[in-house]
């Protein structure tokens, strides 16, 4: 049986490398087009990195393209939540409406760091204060989309996420792992749960 399960997440990663080589292939001139346009709009680098927490509290560096002036972090309220936010550019605006400010992730993917699907990839010091069983979400790869994210996203408090994201890793299975895709893809089409203004503790989610 453990053996049979073993296979079974062998598929995924397999699974995981095949959709994110088709994904960098098919977006390729997008990389090209976005990285030009964030540099026209302005100064700084192309991509955010920013360390993450990953399976079982590996910490890793997660990829995004830049939508934020640089050192946004000391710029304005730092932490607190504006309409508006000066500090997200033009660029990043439209990066973040349509999600493409994710699609560096598919790097993490390659490197084994991240899967298509898992809870989101979680900050330090956010970990540091997980009770047990919040803790039980970092048993599996953080994702670029999940189970939270199609059952609510934004929308719903960081409480009931938990919720989700511990139903997922008690829960998975392949077919679970398919019905989120193609139900993220319907869902990011009608921006369902985007919000374009966020802390800079959690700027690059979603």
């Not at 699974?15 to 080589?21: E, I």
């Not at 920013?50 to 399976?55: A, L, N, P, S």
């Not at 991240?114 to 970990?127: D, F, I």
Request: charge should be positive; proline fraction near 5%.
């Amino acid at each position: 049986m453990k053996s049979q399960h073993a296979i079974t997440w062998k598929f995924k990663r397999w699974l995981d490398l095949s959709l994110a080589f088709i994904g960098l292939m098919v977006s390729s001139p997008l990389f090209i087009l976005i990285s030009i346009l964030i540099r026209l709009d302005s100064p700084g680098p192309v991509f955010f990195r920013q360390e993450r927490v990953g399976q079982n509290g590996q910490i890793f560096r997660v990829w995004k393209f830049r939508t934020m002036v640089c050192n946004a972090e000391f710029i304005g309220p730092c932490y607190s939540f504006i309409e508006n936010d000066p500090r997200i550019t033009w660029v990043g605006k439209v990066l973040r409406y349509l999600s493409l400010d994710e699609l560096p992730q598919l790097f993490n993917i390659i490197k084994g760091e991240m899967s298509l699907v898992g809870p989101r990839a979680t900050l330090p010091y956010q970990a540091e204060r997980y009770n047990d069983f919040q803790k039980k979400r970092l048993a599996v790869k953080p994702g670029i989309t999940g189970w939270a994210q199609i059952n609510g996203r934004n929308d719903i408090p960081w409480s009931q996420r938990f919720i989700y994201d511990v139903w997922y890793v008690e829960h998975w299975s392949l077919m679970l792992d398919l019905k989120i895709i193609f139900s993220t893809i319907p869902m990011v089409l009608r921006r369902q749960g985007v919000r374009m203004n966020q802390n800079v503790t959690e700027v690059e989610d979603f």
